[in-house]
């Protein structure tokens, strides 16, 4: 009888060994939520990083006084920015430099004074060959005259180059939205993003009586994709084309009053612009891309409302071109309107079709000044004294791109970085989300790019820092997005435990019981020795 309790105890106590050490540790760790370790730690400390850029301007003077004057009044003026770190160094050049030079085209030319500037790098050059105070040129020079107010010079840096209020609001936007609000430029510009698909339609709403006779697949390779070719710095853009018939305006334009029949024209108010994009937008098919889709459409006006005008809000008509009005929508795109001949219009017979040939040139002009604007490349403000070195076939000019290289480096690197923590913050509140070598190898490549970036603008690195900034915030985005963090979201603990329990506890029950018997059987052994 000893002899079989005696086995009978080592079955329980097996039993036991294998179900307690073995099957609840196995079960636990297969039924466990993978989670890969993840550096919180550092992902906690973007709340500190700084973001400086440093920006190297060098100034050319004619005289020791002019060249350290101005290099004190910038490095002054530039000392609080909250964007950049400003190194400013200056020469004494001699006035037989430029003395060749009677154009802003030969200033530009001038090869025996040259720097090797960087991106982002920016020279003042004195000149007495000015007629204007200022003359910012096409790469990356500012000519100034002997007379120019370092006021001025401040002035044109700060807000045409620079831009440091405008990327402080941008940077405060997205790191605080309730704090601060969008001013003109971050409404209307398109968020960033790796790439675009640029939409070009025409629109011809009575195709039989109106004829448009524009080449617009080649236009789009002549002038729009050269362009884009300039940008392709800071992101892919692909460029679409496509006709659009029978969709007529679904706002009826106002015939202005008084007006003859040979000066005759229709008004359409700014209120009621918007409410031309949805009946567009219904038909553009721009959803079926999943880049940002930027819309240009170029409406095509019936004789019967033309000539078609836009008007102000108070009553007088835009300032564009006579024969195209066009208007923007932030985010969205822009529309310009083509009238008809007023004079075919008038001539041609009721079933006649009338031919506009578009001006192609102001056509494509007011497309790519619109495309600046959503791209974010605003157009500078006028200053009294200062103008610009006119632009070579609608090219961009050099720190054009770099102004929009440090606007997309701010964006990229301050939505990274609050997309880090507010992941890094979801993951570690609920434990039930699933993170794989991938998502995990997404968010340390995301962190380390940052880090890198806000390294590389920080010692002026401009070009570098951009891309770093873009590599990290389409890394955090897709980590951010990546569709296996919502595996197990709908399985939480406590369903689990309801689940597995039910299958657990008949087996559990007898073990348990069992120890009941091992430990007296062990303890009386005890007491009888």
């Known amino acids: 009888m000893k002899f079989s309790e005696k086995y009978r105890i080592y079955a329980s106590i097996s039993f036991a060994v294998l179900l307690l050490a073995i099957g609840v540790p196995v079960w636990w760790h ?10 919180y730690v550092e992902i906690d400390r973007l709340s500190d990083l700084e973001v400086k850029i440093g920006t190297r301007i060098v100034i050319a003077a004619l005289s020791r006084d002019r060249a350290e004057s101005l290099e004190r009044s910038i490095s002054k003026a530039f000392e609080n920015a909250d964007i950049y770190r400003v190194e400013v160094v200056y020469y004494v050049i001699s006035s037989s430099l430029v003395a060749s030079a009677f154009t802003p085209r030969d200033l530009e030319k001038i090869k025996p004074f040259s720097f090797d500037l960087d ?31 370092e006021s001025t010079l401040i002035r044109v840096l700060s807000e045409w180059m ?31 993003s790796p790439a675009y698909d640029v939409l070009i339609t025409v629109v011809n ?13 080649t236009m789009s390779e002549e002038y729009v994709e050269p362009f884009l070719a300039e940008l392709e710095i800071s992101s892919n853009f692909s460029v679409k084309s496509q006709w659009l018939y029978f969709l007529p305006l679904e706002v009826h334009p106002k015939r202005v009053p008084d007006s003859s029949p040979l000066s005759r024209h229709f008004a359409l108010s700014e209120d009621v612009l918007p409410q031309l994009i949805t009946p567009l937008e219904k038909k553009l098919a721009s959803q079926v891309s999943l880049h940002p889709t930027i819309n240009f459409v170029v409406y095509a006006v019936p004789c019967d409302t033309a000539p078609l005008h836009i008007y102000t809000r108070t009553g007088h008509r835009s300032k564009t071109n006579a024969n195209v009005e066009a208007f923007l929508s932030p985010r ?30 102001t056509i494509v002009g007011t497309l790519l000044a619109q495309l600046k604007l959503l791209l974010g490349i605003p157009e500078p403000k006028v200053f009294h004294g200062v103008t610009t070195v006119p632009s070579v076939e609608l090219k961009l000019r ?43 190898n997404r968010i340390k490549t995301a962190l380390r790019l940052v880090e890198h970036s806000a390294e590389c603008l920080s010692r002026g690195d401009l070009s570098q820092g951009f891309f770093s900034s873009k590599e990290a915030f389409v890394a955090a985005e897709a980590a951010f997005s990546d569709p296996t963090l919502l595996a197990l979201l709908y399985f939480p603990e406590d369903q689990k435990y309801a689940v597995y329990i039910p299958l657990f506890f008949p087996v559990m029950v007898p073990v348990l019981l069992s120890l009941k018997n ?3 059987y062990y303890f009386t052994r005890r007491a009888n020795e």
């Open 30 to 39: 297969t039924t466990a939520v993978p989670r890969v370790s993840l550096p």
């Open 119 to 149: 991106v982002g790098q920016l020279l003042l050059l004195e000149t007495s060959k000015l007629n204007d105070a200022v003359l910012v040129g096409s790469k990356r020079t500012i000519f100034f005259s002997t007379e120019t107010a």
């Open 162 to 192: 620079l831009r440091e209020k405008s990327l402080a609001l941008t940077k405060n936007v997205l790191a605080q939205p309730t704090l601060y609000s969008l001013d003109e430029e971050n409404r209307r510009r398109f968020p960033a």
């Open 205 to 217: 709403p009575d195709p039989e009586k109106l004829k448009v006779t524009w080449d617009l697949a």
């Open 332 to 361: 969205w795109g822009g529309v310009v309107l083509i009238n008809p001949p007023l004079e075919s219009c008038m001539a041609s017979k009721p079933n006649e079709t009338v031919t506009v040939a578009p001006a192609e040139a």
């Open 398 to 440: 050099d720190w054009e791109v770099d102004a929009l290289m440090r606007v997309r480096t701010i964006e990229q690197l301050t939505s990274a970085k609050l997309t880090l923590q507010s992941l890094a913050q979801l993951l570690k509140e609920i434990e039930n989300i699933v993170i794989t070598d991938v998502v995990g």
């Open 518 to 520: 091992m430990h007296r």
